[in-house]
Nanobody, 123 residues
Framework: QAQVVESGGGSVQAGDSLRLSCTPS????????VGWYRRVPGKPREPVAA???????NIPDSVKGRFTASMDNAGNTVYLQMNGLKPEDTAVYYC?????????????????WGQGTQVTVSS
């Protein structure tokens, strides 16, 4: 069964950087479109990046200039580079993948979701 797995979360200080990775798990499964989201308890899930196999990337204004997304050529790993982290970036970060090409912030477009990785930023 196809799945996605996030890694790279942790606890850092404000101003630090982290790079999250998302990899597919399952035979013959490679990425076509991937979204990164984050969730803080009590708040709705928030998109932070969307990228597709054609290297088209969307970053919402809330994190633009600090977060970037990239995908390796084989579609095997997607990265979320987070720079200049702030305490308000503290959240569980999720990777989601979809079978169709194209980037999207619409959670309904995604077929596979990871378990999430915790990012904690201290002031």
């Amino acid at each position: 069964q196809a799945q996605v797995v996030e890694s790279g979360g942790g606890s850092v200080q404000a101003g630090d950087s982290l790079r999250l990775s998302c990899t597919p798990s399952g035979s013959g499964f490679s990425f076509h479109g991937v979204g990164w989201y984050r969730r803080v308890p009590g708040k709705p899930r928030e998109p932070v990046a969307a990228i597709d196999r054609g290297d088209i990337t969307n970053i919402p204004d809330s994190v633009k200039g600090r977060f970037t997304a990239s995908m390796d050529n084989a579609g095997n790993t997607v990265y979320l580079q987070m720079n200049g982290l702030k305490p308000e970036d503290t959240a569980v970060y999720y990777c989601a993948a979809k079978d169709l090409l194209g980037e999207s912030y619409n959670t309904d477009d995604y077929d596979y979701w990871g378990q999430g990785t915790q990012v904690t930023v201290s002031s």
